[in-house]
């Protein structure tokens, strides 16, 4: 199947984005708008793909190859992790913050989303560490930290005009999941459950935890309750625990994402906001 390339980039002008074109030798360039090119006519191959990944990404460029004629139409489902891709911040870090614990909390959460630490046993050890803090803080860290990632808004809106359905999926808590939720009208949450004794924290998570293999089964159980294959869900992610739902997806996005999910994701937005989705898509 043939494939387009798309390159974007929030600060980039056309010359630039000609200049990373012309190494994929396009038949045809077209301009999207003034930070984003489509280039039709391309004979790929994964060393074309590497050179240009590199010299897009040394430009601050988004360099996206898809199929040629891939749409939002081929798609039913848009599924999102939450901390570090749908917000800008990880949650359990800044709730830490309130324990005067943020770069012990960090340090771990660093390592999980590398890859580096089994997630449910790094998200018990974090969550340990949130005991005695009064469950108002979670409060505060919703209404004084949390933000929605650069184009997470406008690219929500363009898919649900669009008639897809949406899934926040997140191995961070459902205090923050479900309140989004309802903010932003998206059709799915599913997270991990804090527990509290009273008005603090236990330092405990009730019932299960959402790790990657969940994350996963939470797509395949939504796609099949919307009554459509997993190819036609888009899974947008940033962490190691994302790789298994991405690895299911018609279409994965890497968000602002390790390196470990960079080099696995169809499309990597390193620069461009969460809407590049919309660029890439037409």
Same mark, same amino acid.
């Given at each position: 199947?043939? +494939? +387009?390339?798309?390159?974007?980039?929030?600060?980039?002008?056309?010359?630039?984005?000609?200049?990373?074109?012309?190494?994929? #030798?396009?038949?045809?360039?077209?301009?999207?708008?003034?930070?984003?090119?489509?280039?039709?006519?391309?004979?790929?191959?994964?060393? /074309?793909?590497?050179?240009?990944?590199?010299?897009?990404?040394?430009?601050?460029?988004?360099?996206?190859?898809?199929?040629?004629?891939?749409?939002?139409? *081929?798609?039913? /489902?848009?599924?999102?992790?939450?901390?570090?891709?749908?917000?800008?911040?990880?949650?359990? *870090?800044?709730? $830490?913050?309130?324990?005067?614990?943020?770069?012990?909390?960090?340090?771990?959460?660093?390592?999980?989303?590398?890859?580096?630490?089994?997630?449910?046993?790094?998200?018990?050890?974090?969550?340990?560490?949130?005991?005695?803090?009064?469950?108002?803080?979670?409060?505060?860290?919703?209404?004084?930290?949390?933000?929605?990632? #650069?184009?997470?808004?406008?690219?929500?809106?363009?898919?649900?005009?669009?008639?897809? +359905?949406?899934?926040?999926?997140?191995? !961070?808590?459902?205090?923050?999941?479900?309140?989004?939720?309802?903010?932003?009208?998206?059709?799915? #949450?599913?997270?991990?459950?804090?527990?509290?004794?009273?008005?603090? /924290?236990?330092?405990?998570?009730?019932?299960?935890?959402?790790?990657?293999?969940?994350?996963?089964?939470?797509?395949?159980?939504?796609?099949?309750?919307?009554?459509?294959?997993?190819?036609?869900?888009?899974?947008?992610? *940033?962490? #190691?625990?994302?790789?298994?739902?991405?690895?299911?997806?018609?279409?994965?996005?890497?968000?602002? $994402?390790?390196?470990?999910?960079?080099?696995?994701?169809?499309?990597?937005?390193?620069?461009?906001?969460?809407?590049?989705? /919309?660029?890439?898509? !037409?």
């Amino acid at each position: 199947m043939s +494939k +387009k390339l798309i390159l974007q980039g929030p600060g980039a002008d056309q010359a630039v984005l000609a200049r990373v074109a012309a190494l994929a #030798a396009p038949a045809r360039i077209t301009d999207l708008h003034a930070h984003a090119l489509r280039c039709d006519g391309i004979d790929f191959t994964p060393e /074309l793909k590497r050179q240009v990944d590199d010299a897009a990404f040394a430009a601050g460029i988004d360099a996206s190859f898809v199929d040629a004629h891939l749409t939002l139409a *081929d798609f039913g /489902l848009v599924a999102m992790d939450m901390d570090s891709t749908l917000i800008t911040i990880e949650c359990i *870090d800044e709730i $830490a913050d309130m324990q005067g614990l943020k770069p012990q909390v960090s340090a771990i959460t660093e390592a999980a989303m590398r890859g580096e630490l089994d997630f449910s046993e790094s998200l018990k050890r974090r969550v340990a560490l949130l005991a005695g803090l009064p469950t108002e803080a979670l409060g505060r860290v919703y209404d004084e930290r949390l933000r929605i990632s #650069a184009g997470g808004e406008a690219m929500l809106h363009a898919v649900q005009a669009a008639g897809l +359905k949406t899934l926040l999926v997140s191995g !961070g808590f459902t205090f923050f999941t479900e309140r989004l939720k309802a903010r932003l009208g998206l059709d799915y #949450a599913h997270a991990n459950v804090l527990e509290a004794d009273g008005d603090v /924290l236990s330092g405990r998570v009730a019932g299960g935890i959402v790790d990657a293999a969940e994350k996963m089964r939470t797509v395949q159980r939504v796609c099949a309750e919307l009554g459509i294959d997993t190819r036609r869900a888009i899974v947008m992610g *940033d962490g #190691a625990n994302d790789l298994q739902m991405m690895g299911i997806a018609g279409l994965s996005v890497a968000f602002r $994402a390790k390196p470990v999910v960079r080099a696995q994701a169809d499309v990597a937005l390193n620069f461009s906001g969460l809407d590049g989705l /919309l660029t890439v898509l !037409g």
